[in-house]
C-alpha cells in the first residue's frame, strides 16, 4: 500500500490474475483512505478513485475529464482491457504494480508464521495468497477447476500451447511475448530459468488443467489450426501433424513433414512418431506424396527391409529408381530430395565403389544450400560409409569431421552419435584399440541424449563394445551378446562397415570358444537374413571359409572357395604380376588373403609366395587385423623357407606392433601359424626380449580354448592335427599326402602315431575320439 500511494502517476493500474488479493488489497486501501471501492468508473469527484475492475473482456473506457488533482488507482485482469489506459501511459501518467509484486516473500510470511512454516508454505505455494488462503485443506481436484476457469479460460489458444511447451520442455525457447497474458510468466521463456514459484507449486494441477482446456478447444477446428501452427513453431512436428491430421487438413500436414526434415522425420522423433505419422494420412496420399514415399522408404531401411524400400521407390518412381547412377543423373525427371535419398541409400547398399560413382555424389552435394546443415551432414555420413568400406581410412575420417560439424548445428544427437560409432569402426579396423574405445565412448553419450527410444542403435553401440572388448582379449561380452541380441540385431538396420565386425568378430569368437560348425551356423543365420535383402553374400561367403580354416578344415575351405564365384580365385593369385597390391574392393582383398592364408598353410615353401604375401601387404586397402595377420603369414612363410633372420625381424615386429595396439584377437585368429612358430626357444627367446609382446602372446595362448590349443596339451604334433581334421573329412591317404604336400608314407607314418596316441586303430574310431575331446570343430 505504501509503494501505491507513492507513486507520483495519477493513474495507478495492480495487474495481476486471479487469486493473487487485488480485490483484498483494494479493501485494505479502501479501509485506510475511508474510500468505498467501486465496480464501475464514473468521473471522480476526490483525491483518489479506487476501481476494482471486473472480469470481463473490455471495460468502459478511462474519463477523458479526468482532473489532474485525481489519483486513479485501478486493479484489473490481466486480460482485461481499459480503452484509453494505452493512451495515458503512453504520456506517462501510469505506473504498474505486477503480478509479482504481489506475492508474499519470505520475510512476508515470517512476520506471521515461524520461519521453518514460513519456508515451507513459500515452497508449497509460491506466495501465491490463493493457495496461501486454501492451505492443507485444498484438494488437487478444486484447484485445478480454479486454474482452468479462472485462469486459462481466457488465454488464446497459442498461447496455451507456449504455456505447455514451457512447462514440458525445459530450454526450449518461445520467442518474445509468446507467455504474454499468463500467470507470472509474461517475457519469460523456458530457456530463461527455473519456472516462477506460482507455476512451480502448482505445476501438476496446472498441467492437468491446462490439458483439460486444449481438449476442449480441439472441437474448434480453427483452435485445432492454431495449436498444429504453434506445436509446429516450436519443433513439435510429430503433435503438429496429428492436429493437422485429426480435421483433415492433408497439405498442411504434409507441410509440416517437410518442416520437420521429411526422411531425417525418424532421426528427429523415432520410429513410432514416425509410424504413426505415416498411418494418420489417407493410403492414397501416403502412397503419392514425395516425402511420404521417402520416409516409408527409410523406415523400411531402418527396419533391415532394403527389398522393400527399393519396391516403394519403384511404385512411386518406376523402375530406375533402382539404380543409383541413374536417379542422380536425371535431374529433370527427379526432384533433389529424391536424387539425394537415393545417394543416402548407397550407405546401407552392398555394392561395388569406384572413384565415378564418388565424383557423381559429389556433384549432389553442390546442388544443396551452404546452410542445409542437417542434408550436408548427411552427406558427408553416407560418404564415410563409402570411403570406410573402400579402405579409403583417411577420406573417411576427414569426411567424419565434416559431418560432425553440420550436425552439432541442428543438434540431432542420433546423427552424431552414427558419426561416433563410424569413427570408432575406422580406429577398430586400423587397429587402434584405444581411439575406438574413446569414439565409442562419444558415441554412448550421443545416445544418452535422444529423447526416444532407440534399442536398434543401442545395440549397434553394444556390438561394437563388445568387439573392441574381443580385440583386447576380453571375450565375454561378444559371446553374451552372440547369445542373446544378435538375432535382433541380424533383423534391424545394420550398416556393411558394423556388419563386417558381426561377422568377422562373431565367427571368430564361435569357432575360438565352440567350434567351427557353430561359427558356421551364425554365418548361416546372417546369410538367411541378408539374402531378404539381397546384400552382403560375398561377405559372408568368405568368413565361411575363414571359420572353416580356423577348424584347421583346409580341405573343406579350399572347395567352399573354389566354389565362388569371384575372379580373385587361387590361379589368380598365384600368377605373375597379378596385380594384388592395386585390388580395392573390399571382398576382392578379402578373397585374395583367403588363398594367400591357405598357400601358407598347405605350401609355405612354394617357390614366390612371399613375394606374392608381400605383394598384397603393400595395398593401401588392407585393414590393420588384415595386415598383421599377412605379416604372420609371411613371417611363417619364411620360416619354413629357412629364411630364418627375415622371419624373426618381421615376427617381432609385428607382435610389436600389435602389443601397442593391445590386438589379442588379431593375433589369436592367426594361432595355428603363431603357435608353430613360438614352440622353437630360438624365436621364444627373440620375442620374450620385450615384456609388452611376451605379455600379449600370453594372452593369445590364454584365451579362447580353441582346438589348436587343445590339440597339443593332447600331445598332437601339428602334423598330427592337420591330418585328423583331413581325416573328419573323409580324405583318402592320397588326398591328404597331397594337401600336405607330403608322400603316402609319410601320411601312414603320421597316421600311425595318432592312432597310438587316442588308443585307437580305425580311421573312424580316430575321428569319434577326437570329437569327444573336443579337438574337432
Not at 489458444?157 to 499468463?182: F, H, I, Y
Request: proline letters at 4%; hydrophobic letters at 45%; glycine letters at 6%.
Amino acid at each position: 500500500m505504501s509503494r501505491i500511494l507513492g507513486c507520483e502517476t495519477p493513474i495507478v493500474v495492480i495487474e495481476a490474475p486471479a487469486g493473487t488479493g487485488k480485490s483484498w488489497l483494494m479493501e485494505d486501501l479502501s479501509r485506510r483512505l475511508g474510500l468505498a471501492v467501486s465496480c464501475e468508473l464514473h468521473c471522480p469527484n476526490g483525491p483518489v478513485c479506487l476501481w476494482d475492475v471486473p472480469d470481463c473482456g473490455q471495460s468502459g473506457p478511462l474519463p477523458t475529464d479526468l482532473p489532474s488533482t485525481c489519483r486513479l488507482i485501478i486493479a484489473k485482469r490481466p486480460d482485461t482491457a481499459i480503452p484509453g489506459l494505452a493512451r495515458a501511459d503512453v504520456y506517462g501518467k501510469v505506473s504498474r504494480i505486477p503480478a509479482e509484486s504481489l506475492l508474499f516473500s519470505l520475510d512476508d510470511l515470517t512476520t506471521v508464521y515461524p520461519r521453518s512454516k514460513a519456508t515451507d508454505l513459500l515452497a508449497r505455494t509460491g506466495g501465491w495468497a490463493c493457495l496461501l488462503a486454501a492451505g492443507s485443506t485444498r484438494s488437487e481436484e478444486v484447484l485445478v477447476e480454479f486454474l482452468q476457469a479462472e485462469i486459462l479460460a481466457k488465454v488464446p489458444t497459442v498461447r496455451l500451447v507456449s504455456l505447455d511447451v514451457a512447462l514440458n520442455e525445459p530450454g526450449q525457447k518461445l520467442g518474445r511475448g509468446a507467455l504474454k497474458s499468463v500467470p507470472f510468466m509474461d517475457g519469460r521463456s523456458a530457456a530463461s530459468g527455473p519456472l516462477p514459484g506460482p507455476i512451480a507449486a502448482c505445476r501438476g494441477a496446472l498441467c492437468t488443467a491446462l490439458n483439460r482446456t486444449l481438449a476442449l478447444r480441439a472441437a474448434d477446428p480453427v483452435n485445432v489450426r492454431a495449436m498444429a501452427n504453434a506445436r509446429a513453431t516450436y519443433g513439435q512436428f510429430p503433435a503438429a501433424i496429428a492436429l493437422f491430421q485429426s480435421i483433415g487438413v492433408w497439405q498442411a500436414a504434409l507441410e509440416a513433414v517437410r518442416q520437420s526434415g521429411g526422411v531425417f522425420f525418424i532421426h528427429r522423433f523415432g520410429s513410432d512418431a514416425l509410424h504413426d505419422m505415416i498411418a494418420g494420412f489417407p493410403p492414397e496420399i501416403a502412397h503419392h506424396a514425395e516425402p511420404l514415399v521417402l520416409a516409408r522408404a527409410i523406415q523400411a531401411i531402418k527396419r533391415g527391409e532394403m527389398t522393400l524400400a527399393y519396391r516403394i521407390l519403384v511404385d512411386r518412381f518406376g523402375p530406375n529408381a533402382r539404380d543409383t547412377r541413374k536417379v542422380m543423373a536425371a535431374r529433370d525427371t527427379y526432384s533433389l530430395s529424391v536424387r539425394f535419398f537415393r545417394m543416402l541409400m548407397l550407405a546401407w547398399e552392398d555394392i561395388d565403389i569406384d572413384e565415378s560413382l564418388i565424383e557423381d555424389c559429389y556433384k549432389l552435394l553442390a546442388e544443396l544450400p551452404a546452410g542445409d546443415d542437417l542434408r550436408r551432414g548427411s552427406f558427408y555420413n553416407a560418404m564415410l560409409e563409402l570411403y570406410i568400406r573402400s579402405r579409403r581410412f583417411a577420406e573417411a575420417e576427414h569426411v567424419a569431421i565434416r559431418a560432425a560439424i553440420h550436425y552439432d548445428r541442428v543438434d540431432v544427437p542420433i546423427l552424431s552419435f552414427y558419426i561416433d560409432l563410424h569413427r570408432s569402426i575406422i580406429q577398430l579396423m586400423r587397429g587402434d584399440t584405444a581411439g575406438a574405445r574413446q569414439h565409442s565412448n562419444r558415441a554412448g553419450a550421443q545416445l544418452a541424449k535422444i529423447r526416444f527410444e532407440s534399442p536398434g542403435d543401442a545395440r549397434l553401440l553394444q556390438l561394437l563394445n563388445a568387439c573392441i572388448a574381443y580385440e583386447t582379449g576380453v571375450a565375454e561380452p561378444l559371446l553374451r551378446f552372440l547369445s542373446g541380441d544378435v538375432d535382433a540385431l541380424a533383423d534391424g538396420e545394420i550398416w556393411p562397415a558394423l556388419l563386417e565386425l558381426a561377422l568377422t568378430y562373431g565367427s571368430q569368437a564361435l569357432g575360438e570358444h565352440f567350434s567351427a560348425a557353430a561359427a558356421r551356423n551364425f554365418l548361416d543365420r546372417w546369410r538367411v537374413t541378408q539374402n531378404r535383402a539381397a546384400q552382403f553374400g560375398g561377405l559372408i561367403d568368405i568368413r565361411e571359409v575363414v571359420a572353416l580354416q580356423n577348424g584347421n578344415r583346409w580341405q573343406e575351405a579350399h572347395d567352399r572357395a573354389n566354389a565362388m564365384e569371384t575372379h580373385v580365385t587361387l590361379e589368380f593369385v598365384t600368377r605373375p604380376g597379378n596385380g594384388l597390391a592395386h585390388l580395392s574392393d573390399r571382398d576382392d582383398v578379402a578373397m585374395a588373403l583367403v588363398w594367400l592364408r591357405h598357400l601358407a598353410q598347405t605350401s609355405p615353401t612354394r617357390a614366390g609366395l612371399a613375394d606374392q604375401i608381400s605383394a598384397l601387404l603393400d595395398n593401401a586397402h588392407l585393414t590393420g587385423r588384415q595386415r598383421q595377420a599377412a605379416e604372420i603369414w609371411l613371417a611363417f612363410v619364411l620360416r619354413r623357407q629357412r629364411r630364418t633372420q627375415e622371419s624373426e625381424s618381421q615376427l617381432r615386429r609385428t607382435a610389436e606392433q600389435a602389443a601397442s595396439q593391445n590386438a589379442v584377437a588379431s593375433l589369436s585368429e592367426e594361432r595355428i601359424f603363431l603357435a608353430d612358430m613360438t614352440r622353437l626357444k630360438r624365436q621364444s627367446e627373440v620375442l620374450g626380449r620385450s615384456d609388452a609382446v611376451r605379455r600379449i602372446l600370453r594372452q593369445v595362448k590364454e584365451t579362447g580354448p580353441g582346438r589348436a590349443r587343445r590339440a597339443i596339451e593332447s600331445g598332437l604334433t601339428r602334423q598330427e592335427h592337420r591330418i585328423l581334421h583331413a581325416l573328419s573329412e573323409g580324405g583318402t591317404n592320397k588326398a591328404i599326402a597331397r594337401l600336405m604336400g607330403v608322400s603316402e608314407a609319410t601320411v601312414k607314418f603320421h597316421l600311425s602315431n595318432l592312432y597310438q596316441k587316442l588308443g585307437c586303430a580305425t580311421r573312424r574310431d580316430a575321428v569319434e575320439a577326437a570329437r569327444a575331446r573336443r579337438l574337432l570343430g
